[in-house]
């Protein structure tokens, strides 16, 4: 049994993705598509930060730190003494914590849905590359508008 042209591995580019023809751009009319294996991997120094801390953060471990500063926290009321400065170390100490990691969070959140938005796309157009004489022209403009509405809607 042979295998037809569709089922030959194509030669992969840096990424394991096989690179786009040469006659994707002229035969569709619009750009290829952004393959995930595509995309830049240079990441800056604040995302690397964000990916690291957000492993970091969401460990058992991370978790435990935190229910014991409480545990220490607690019976600290026997050294300060007054109990407005015992709720102000805890308070300030969490509200800190906290207003750092909803920034990394924030981060990590905004690239992940960039990452699959460019996955959503590559995937689209190659719906609409595929087989295009099967595809009704409804179904088309309706593939290319969710393309656009995205587009109109992140920037």
Request: glycine share 4%; proline share 6%; with cysteine.
């Amino acid at each position: 049994m042979t295998r037809s042209s569709r089922e030959e591995p194509a030669a992969a580019g840096p990424h394991g993705v096989p690179p786009p023809a040469a006659s994707d751009r002229t035969t569709t009319g619009h750009r290829p598509p952004l393959l995930p294996g595509s995309v830049d991997g240079r990441v800056s120094i604040f995302d690397r930060f964000a990916d690291l801390t957000g492993r970091w953060v969401s460990q058992a471990w991370f978790f435990s730190f935190c229910v014991a500063l409480v545990v220490i926290w607690a019976p600290s009321i026997l050294i300060l003494r007054d109990v407005d400065t015992w709720q102000l170390v805890i308070n300030t100490a969490t509200t800190i914590i906290t207003f750092l990691l909803v920034a990394l969070v924030q981060n990590q959140s905004t690239r992940a849905d960039a990452a699959i938005q460019q996955k959503l796309n590559a995937l689209i157009e190659a719906t609409l590359d595929r087989a295009p004489e099967s595809q009704s022209e409804s179904v088309r403009r309706q593939l290319r508008e969710a393309i656009g509405v995205e587009r109109r809607e992140s920037s």
